[in-house]
Every structure is written in C-alpha cells, then in structure tokens.
C-alpha cells in the first residue's frame, strides 16, 4: 500500500461510503429516533420524547392485524416453498444447459413489474376469471367462486409474486449440493425419503431459510397487492405503515413498525447464519460475501 | 556475465503480516547483470522479497535501494523493474501486442517507437504471428513468452520472475528454461528469479539465494550451494543427501580433521575450527557413495550395510542401505550395463566407500 | 415415468407464472372492455394509450428517472465494488454490511426512512427525491453483481498493469473496467428494471407534481379495470423481456474474457 494520496481511491471509496452513510445508515438512525418522539397533527413530529409510538403496537386491534399480515406472509412463503422445493428438485434431473433455460423462462416475468402482475391476477381470480370460467365450463362448480378481494387472493397474489424469490436461493444451494453424497448415501443403504430427510433437507436448509427470509418480510411490506386483491378488509403491515405515514401521519407509530419489520429481517438473518453455520456451508443469499 | 556493479540493495528488510513474520531483517545484494535465483520452500519469504522490490508491498522496516538510490517511497507503476508473474497476468481482452505495447503506452513511449519495439520484442520471444491473437488462444508456453517480452520490451533494470515456469509441464519448462537463459544473455538484464524447485534454480542461476523462514541461508554459486552447503536446511533443500552423525576425534591439520561417525574413521576436509569431541553432522551425497563387495573394501575406509530397496531410475540405479545403527543411506550409481554384477539383492551385504574429500562436515544442529 | 412427471411439474409451474401476463397481453387487443370475453381484434387500447397526456407524462418521467438512476447507481456501484475488491480501507466492515443490509431491508422500510430523511433535510419530493431513493435501492444490487464478477478474476492482472506503469486510474480504466464491463452492463440493467418497476418507495417519496408510469398505473387500477393499463402493461413486459435478453447475452458473453 502506498502512503502518497491517492485520488482514484479516494473517490471510489469515498462515493459509494458517503453515499450509503447518508441516504442508508442516517435515515435508519432517523427512523429508530423517530419512534421514541411525539406526534403532532400539524408538523409530524414534535422533537420530545414519548413512547406512545410503541404503545399503539400493542393495541389488541392492532396485534390481531400484525397477527394477520404475520400469518398470510407465513402461508405465503409456505406455499412458495411448497412449489419451489419439488421444482429446483425436478430442475436438477434437467441437463445442465436445460436448467438455465428452464430458470430464465422463470425469471423474465419477475423482471417485469409486479404491479402490472398483481392487476393480471384481477382476471385471472375475478367471478368472470378465468378459473371460474374454467371450472364452469368443466361442470365442477354451478356458480362463480368469490375468490377476489378474499385473503385467498392476497395469498395467491403474494405467493405468485415472490416464487421466484423462494426458488433462487433454494436453486443456489442445491447446486451447490455435492450429489456424490447421495450417491454415497445409497450406497449405505439409504433409500429415496431417507436420502431427501437426512441429506439434501439438511444441506439445502441455509437455501430455505433464505428463501424464507426473502418472501416473507416483502409479503409483509407489499401494501398494493392487499390493496388490488384484498380490497380493504385484509390489510398487510405494508398498508398499516403506509397508512400512517401518509393518511394517518401517526409517524412514531409508523417508524415503530418498521423497526419492528427489522428486528424480523434480523431475526431471520440469526436463523440463516445458524443454519449455514449447522451446515457449514453458504444457502445463497450473499452469493458474494465480502 | 555477472558484473560487480551493485544494482539492488536491500538492507534490514522486515515484513510481518498481522504476527507472522515473513521477512526478518533481511540483507541481499544484487548485481548489475546477473541472474540471482531465490529458493526456498513455500513460505520463506521469496515471493515477498520479490513483492517488495517490485513495489506491491512495503517493507515494514529496511531499505531498498536501486542504483545507490532509495526507491522505498516510489509506487509500483514509477520504478524501473517489471515482474513476469506465475499466473502471466496477461489482459484478457487484450490482443497480444496491445498486451506488449500497454507498458510502452503508460510510460508515453512515441508511436514509431512503440510499434518497433513491440514487433522486436514479439520477434525476441518468437510469436511474430501470433500479435494479434488475443490470450486464450495461447498454448501455456506461448502466454508464457508473451508475459516475459511485455516484462522486457520495457528494458526494466531488473526482471523479476515469480515462479514462472511453475505452471508448465515437465518438458516445457526444460526448454522454457534455457529460452530464459539465451534471453538473459542476449538482453543483459539482471533476472531475479523466485522458484522452489532447486533443480531449475542449479540449472539457470549465476547465483542462489536460499531462504528460509524469512531470513538468507546460504548466497553461493549453484555449485557452492550445492557441494558446501552451511548448513542442514541448505544441505538437504539442494538435492538428496545422506546425514552420519559423528564427532571430532582430533584435528589433523589447519584444513582437516578425524571424525568417527558410524563406526568408521573419517579424515575430512573442513574450515570450521572444530576441536576434538566437538559433536558435527557428516553429510555425503548420494552420487558421491560407491557399492562393493563386503570383501573386495577390507582394506579401506568403509561402512557395511544391507540393501534395503533398489530403485532403477533410468540414468541411476538408487540403492537404499540400512546400517547396522540404523541410519539409511542413498546411494546413486550410474547404471553400467556392461557389468554383470551391478544389480544387487535385497538384503545384501554391501560395503558403501566415498572419495574422501567430497565429504560436507557440518557443526552439529539440535534441530533434526 | 419419473422424467414425465419432472417434466410435466416444470411446465405447470411455468404456466402459472405465464397464463396472468398472457391474459394480460390478450386483452390489450380485445374489443371488449372488460376483458371477459373475447369480441375481436383491435389496436384500439393502443390509440388511446398514446392520446392520454398525463400517462405519457408518467411514462416520460419514469424513463427520466430510470434512465438517470440506473447510471448513477452503475457509476458509484462500480467504483464501490472495485474499492470493496481492490482496497483496505477503514470502516470497510461497516460498508459490506451496509450494502448487505439495504440490500434485504424491505423496501417499505427502506421508503420511510427515506421520506423520514428527506422531510427532515426539507428536500421537495419529487423528480431529485425520487432520483436518491433510486439510487439507493438500485446500489447494491450493482454493486454485489460486479463484486462478484471482480471476485472471479485474477487479479495479479491489475499488479501486471501497474507494474508496466499505469496509475490506479489508469488500472481502473484500461484494464478493470473492460474486464468486467458485461456484469456492470447487466447491474445497469437490473437497476434500469428496478426502478421502472417500483412501486413501494416511489409511492412514499415522490410528490403530486411529479407523477410516474407505475404509481399512474396503481391509482388507475385501483379504480377499476382500464384496458390502457392492459396496453401499457404489455408495452412494459415487452421492454423488460427485451432487456433482460440483452443483459443475459452480455453475462453470456463472459465466458470468452
């Protein structure tokens, strides 16, 4: 390393550090400030203290909807790991040059923008949809189902958005899945259930919980998908925030949820070190550790 | 060839990475002209050393001087020393004589000139027709010559090399090696070059440095490394040598003394002011032990052994001879296919002479 | 038997994730306004679609702001991945974690920080608001996806070079950059995609006087069925498919560096 200054590395360090301090770290550091200070109707906030922010989570009313948006990110992510695990399993039997094709028919329509997506689901769920059409016209039903505007909808929205997000991470680390082990596994007299349960569960386990990480706290957060699919019965913590930031200007309380919504994010990070740690090996989230 | 002119000087060089110290107070001097081989085992610092002169690392402590100047504070890209690394390091999308010319363009070299010596140096390493290929079209040996002649059409004071030939195979790195030479020769440039191989470091070097655990063993020419070594680690790096452990019995005179080691009596050539009863290794190598029959060595100085293995290694028969101490021998004999006795069983008895005089005695080390 | 079931499970998952997009792509030319049933071929949508004003506004801010976020975010998302890769500086820990974290932090989060700050600092939110949290979000993403791409190369190439004279811009310039220009090409991509996409922190950081296609779209919806948004939405999908080909025969092309 050389002492003389160095104007190159400056600025590349300097940019990017600057940059993610400023607009990263201090608006965090604002928003934890921001949930011990007092609301005020006319200028947001009052500089004083006051935990009332807090308090209002633990209004039942609202533990039922944190309850709520808890459990439908929780079916979300159940049901994504539910299609994703079997597909990346029958991805692997695929060639290898099938695979990528297979992953990058699946990845165009999450490059394209999910609120268009959410708005296609309208007719796709809606009572002339084209399920219920279907199902009609097959005879297993008389009358149209009410699907849309149900949290089934917001469910099936969510889910439909996010697979993608299960399916990569669990990709990544069941390629990384050394396949001699099962070959050695059976060799000793595994069979097929004893070969998923005792091997590749364990070992792509870091690939779930990141998997897992990656759907739920977005589906907590996707306020427009309860708002398009839900109508306004079946909110997400996404629509309470937004709600207070924008209609109810309840900005403590607001800034309190989303450090609520952090302390989740880290939580499930503990979860993921843990496993790869179990494991001993990376499941895909930070394919690039620094 | 080697001029008596001090190019490079390093004195007190010291390098330590967090607690491990890869450099300690290290004195080299390099002179104008030569070719100066680092060796040592992985580890001892020579990359380091190399890294330093180089200017990709700085020294802790120390002073590196070129030419009688200090060029510790010059940055890599300001000193007159180019490196040929292991990897080549060559530009991947750069076609082999923009991967030439890149150095001759940083140092702002006029155009004319650049051309010319960029197809000088393409016909030096003889890729004329390979200019404008890019480098995965390249054999190994082909990338190779590539990364010497952008080292060299720079005319750098110095040419580093860092274990340049590690990356090709056997046969390749025999021709590669006397390429290297004849370049040396032609070009007049001092080469440094760090290696762990010691065959290729006799083979090319004008001088070797031997380094371990980040301090100079031995500074010798190949031959003096090779027949005098200083000590243990020296002796048993360079090449296989077999090791009697044995003490003065007295001195004979200012140049030699008696040894008794494995029950014989030993009268061997040393320097070292050894006194009677001073313990010392006896070292002897291979190539330098003779076989007979128990009965035709009665009368001379001998040791007795069993055959232990017999390895025929084409140019070599080596025998492996267990003493009656204990202590295994190797010794390696030019096949003679004429005689009819040459081959040995195992388990024979064997009488093992040497030329006396080719002995290395060494003052005993407690390490083993 | 087990490869047709593989097979057959693979493309009712690719159906699922196409058949709401074809829906959507099909009634953009379907006569009928309310999409139910099929009446017929038409452009008529389109026509429309290029009539409303304000969509085209929208659509001409959201170019303004992806095209000028995307490169911003490429720019410093470069030189911070080269400085993670090249360099040891102090609070370098602090850095990787920074991008790490705003990288998984949910986007809500991430917008109401954002609006925290920038009511705090008293910055207008509009077109400059809308720009910084662009960036923001789109910066790791570039920056882990050339981190990566440097984190595969030799390295002693950048030594080579200084050691034949060039200063580290020069490193940077002629011998880094070209080496890994397919991964920033893409990380601009993905940050071009990311923030014509956005619906969540837009929503919270921008204001009345500056509307963008996506938040146009969510209050059209919202409403009720617009067979516009059907013809936009598949203008979009068309867009993202053609960019994210482009962006995967670059990466492609890595393979002959």
Same mark, same amino acid.
């Given at each position: 390393m050389n002492k003389q200054f160095n104007q190159f590395r400056f600025w590349a360090i300097g940019l990017a550090t600057s940059w993610l301090a400023l607009f990263v770290l201090v608006p965090s550091l604002m928003v934890l400030v921001t949930s011990f200070l007092t609301r005020d109707a006319d200028f947001l906030i009052q500089y004083k203290f006051s935990l009332e922010g807090w308090k209002s989570i633990f209004d039942p009313t609202f533990i039922s909807l944190l309850w709520d948006s808890l459990s439908m990110s929780m079916i979300t992510a159940v049901i994504c790991l539910a299609i994703a695990y079997p597909f990346v399993m029958c991805l692997m039997g695929l060639p290898q040059r099938w695979r990528g094709i297979v992953l990058f028919l699946l990845i165009v329509p999450f490059w394209t923008n999910s609120l268009v997506r959410i708005y296609a689901i309208q007719f796709l769920l809606g009572k002339k949809g084209l399920i219920n059409e279907t199902l009609q016209f097959v005879g297993l039903i008389d009358k149209p189902l009410d699907m849309l505007y149900s949290q089934f909808a917001v469910i099936f929205g969510l889910s439909y958005i996010l697979l993608p997000f299960m399916i990569l991470p669990i990709y990544s680390s069941m390629e990384r899945l050394d396949f001699k082990l099962l070959d050695a596994a059976k060799d000793l007299g595994a069979s097929a259930s004893q070969r998923l349960m005792r091997i590749t569960l364990p070992l792509t386990l870091p690939g779930i919980i990141a998997g897992c990480l990656m759907v739920v706290l977005p589906a907590m957060g996707m306020f427009f998908v309860a708002d398009l699919l839900g109508g306004s019965k079946h909110a997400l913590l996404g629509n309470v925030i937004k709600n207070q930031f924008i209609?109810?200007?309840d900005w403590p309380f607001g800034a309190a949820l989303s450090i609520l919504m952090i302390l989740l994010l880290s939580f499930m990070l503990w979860l993921y070190y843990r496993a790869t740690k179990m494991s001993n090996r990376e499941g895909g989230i930070n394919d690039s550790n620094f | 060839m080697t001029g008596c002119q001090p190019l490079l000087q390093l004195s007190g060089v010291s390098k330590t990475y967090a607690d491990n110290?890869? @450099? =300690? &107070?290290l004195d080299l001097t390099i002179y104008d002209g030569e070719f100066l081989t680092l060796l040592g %085992?992985?580890?001892?610092g020579k990359t380091t050393v190399l890294r330093i002169i180089a200017g990709f690392e700085k020294e802790d402590q120390g002073q590196v001087m070129l030419d009688e100047k200090d060029i510790s504070i010059l940055k890599a890209e300001h000193r007159p020393v180019n490196t040929v690394f292991q990897s080549y390091a060559l530009f991947p999308h750069m076609t082999v004589y923009d991967n030439i010319a890149f150095g001759l363009i940083m140092h702002k070299v006029p155009k004319a000139d650049i051309n010319e010596r960029v197809l000088e140096a393409l016909r030096m390493v003889r890729l004329e027709s390979f200019a404008q290929r890019k480098p995965h079209q390249l054999s190994g040996g082909q990338q190779q010559r590539v990364a010497i002649a952008r080292a060299v059409v720079n005319r750098p004071r110095l040419l580093l090399l860092d274990e /340049? @030939? /590690? &990356? @090709? *195979?056997y046969k390749l790195r025999q021709e590669m090696q006397i390429e290297l030479k004849r370049l040396q020769r032609q070009l007049n440039i001092t080469f440094v070059y760090v290696t762990h191989d010691q065959e290729e470091a006799l083979s090319m070097s004008d001088r070797i440095v031997v380094l371990n655990k980040g301090k100079v063993q031995q500074i010798g020419t190949p031959r003096e490394i090779y027949e005098t070594p200083v000590n243990l680690f020296v002796a048993r790096f360079i090449g296989e040598i077999n090791q009697f452990d044995g003490h003065v019995v !007295? !001195?004979? *005179?200012d140049k030699h003394v008696e040894v008794v080691a494995e029950g014989a009596d030993w009268v061997v050539k040393t320097d070292y002011p050894f006194a009677a009863n001073d313990k010392v290794h006896v070292l002897l190598r291979p190539e330098d032990v003779r076989l007979t029959k128990p009965e035709l060595a009665a009368n001379t100085v001998h040791i007795e052994g069993h055959i232990h293995e017999c390895n025929y290694k084409g140019k070599t028969l080596d025998s492996y001879i267990r003493l009656s101490t204990g202590t295994k021998v190797i010794a390696s004999e030019f096949f003679d296919? =004429? =005689? %009819? *006795?040459f081959d040995y069983r195992l388990g024979q008895k064997v009488a093992l002479q040497w030329i006396t005089g080719w002995e290395v005695v060494l003052p005993y080390e407690q390490t083993i | 038997m087990i490869r047709i079931f593989r097979l057959g499970f693979i493309g009712l998952v690719l159906c699922y994730v196409y058949t709401p997009i074809f829906i959507l792509v099909v009634n953009s030319f379907n006569e009928s306004r309310y999409g139910n049933k099929w009446s017929g071929f038409t452009y008529k949508w389109y026509e429309k679609l290029f009539e409303n004003d304000s969509l085209m506004e929208a659509g001409w801010h959201t170019l303004q702001v992806g095209l000028t976020s995307a490169t911003a975010a490429t720019v410093i998302g470069t030189l911070a991945a080269v400085a993670l890769q090249r360099y040891r500086f102090y609070g370098k820990g602090a850095v990787s974690s920074l991008v790490f974290v705003s990288m998984l932090t949910p986007d809500i989060v991430m917008a109401i920080a954002l609006l925290i700050l920038f009511v705090t600092l008293g910055i207008e939110l509009g077109y400059i608001s809308l720009l910084i949290a662009h960036i923001t979000f789109c910066l790791p993403f570039v920056i882990i996806s050339v981190f990566s791409r440097l984190k595969g190369m030799d390295m002693s190439v950048t030594e080579a070079a200084r050691d034949l004279g060039a200063n580290e811009w020069q490193v940077f310039s002629k011998i880094i950059l070209p080496m890994i220009l397919p991964a920033v090409a893409s990380g601009w991509l993905l940050s071009f995609t990311l923030s014509i996409d956005d619906v969540i922190v837009s929503s919270f950081v921008t204001g009345p006087g500056y509307e963008i296609l996506p938040l146009k779209i969510y209050s059209m919806v919202r409403v009720g069925v617009s067979p516009e948004v059907n013809a936009i939405s598949t203008l979009l999908f068309v867009g993202s498919v053609v960019l994210i080909v482009i962006s995967q025969l670059l990466l492609r092309k890595k393979g002959n560096l």
């Open positions: 209609q109810t200007r | 110290t890869v @450099l =300690d &107070a %085992p992985s580890g001892c /340049s @030939l /590690s &990356a @090709l *195979d !007295r !001195r004979i *005179d296919e =004429d =005689d %009819p *006795d | -």
